[in-house]
């Protein structure tokens, strides 16, 4: 049994790989605590890696399900660093009672858009599949491996984001960090059509289609970027400096309409 929240489709692409009928984290969510109860020889959870560790959807999906298995195992797709996610994923196990067998890290097209060009992570060969085809192995020999960062890592990740927030700083002239919690990472342009995509891929059922044009009501946005690289007349704008406003991105084996069935809160 495999569960996923994906924005862009790396996880799902992951999670259908690994179990052709993954379970959709935001359509879960949707029903009460007692249906939430599973029970499988294996489960897998499979999610985007945001900051190094779960996004929101995932950790309330783990706090307010019942999983029972003998092996349980986390996989977060990553674009650039899996950073302090087995740690992450083994702090919050512990505090439910779980016992967290495997987090393995799949490296992926990274989508966070401040930071990366999509185009040249386009370019890079990740090598997807053999790292899919180790992970399968692992999982079939229930293979137990949960590498946490070590003192020296935890030091050199403090060193480069310190190093990233002064450049940062540097280049806002000193003023402070914008606030980009609950939606106010992006803006909508005049390109909108009104189609409701967005509405549809959000996770947490933010938008409204107001006289023609997407309306965000701020809500609970986690910031997944789900709206933003699936709209299909690119009218979004990060608030921030962005690598590249022209290309977005949806893992090419995963269908607008897959995101839609996964997300829609509706
Ligand atoms: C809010 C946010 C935070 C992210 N943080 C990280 C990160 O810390 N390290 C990293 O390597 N990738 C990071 N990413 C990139 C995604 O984890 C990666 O592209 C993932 O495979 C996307 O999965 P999805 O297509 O299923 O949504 C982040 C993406 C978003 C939107
Ligand atoms: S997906 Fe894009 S075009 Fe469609 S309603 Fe949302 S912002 Fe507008
Ligand atoms: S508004 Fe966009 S970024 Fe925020 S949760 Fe919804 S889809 Fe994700």
Do not use: W
């Not at 040249?120 to 999982?139: C, F, G, N, P, T």
Request: some cysteine.
């Amino acid at each position: 049994m495999v569960f996923y929240f994906t924005a862009t489709g790396n996880s799902l692409y992951i999670a259908r790989q690994l179990d052709p009928e993954p379970l959709s984290i935001p359509q879960l969510l949707k029903k009460d605590d007692a249906e939430l109860v599973f029970s499988d020889e294996t489960i897998g959870i499979v999610y985007p890696n945001f900051g190094g560790s779960q996004p929101p959807v995932v950790r309330e999906f783990m706090k307010r399900a019942v999983l029972k298995t003998e092996y349980l195992y986390m996989v977060p797709t990553f674009g650039f660093r899996a950073g302090t996610s087995a740690d992450t994923a083994k702090e919050l196990c512990d505090s439910l009672g779980l016992k967290l067998s495997l987090v393995r890290g799949l490296f992926m097209v990274d989508n966070y858009l401040p930071n990366f060009d999509i185009a040249s992570e386009l370019q890079m060969d990740k090598k997807v599949e053999a790292q899919l085809a180790a992970l399968r192995e692992d999982i079939a020999s229930r293979k137990e491996e949960v590498i946490l960062m070590t003192e020296e890592e935890k030091e050199e990740r403090r060193r480069h984001i310190a190093e990233r927030r002064a450049k940062q700083a540097a280049e806002r002239g000193g003023k402070p960090a914008p606030d980009l919690s609950h939606g106010k990472m992006f803006v909508i342009t005049d390109v909108c059509i009104g189609c409701g995509t967005c509405a549809k891929v959000c996770p947490e059922g933010d938008y409204e289609i107001v006289n023609g044009r997407a309306q965000h009501n701020g809500g609970f946005c986690m910031n997944c970027l789900a709206c933003v690289h699936n709209c299909p007349v690119n009218a979004f704008r990060l608030a921030v400096p962005e690598k590249n406003p022209e290309a977005r991105y949806r893992n090419p084996g995963v269908g607008l309409s897959e995101i839609i069935a996964a997300n829609c809160r509706r």
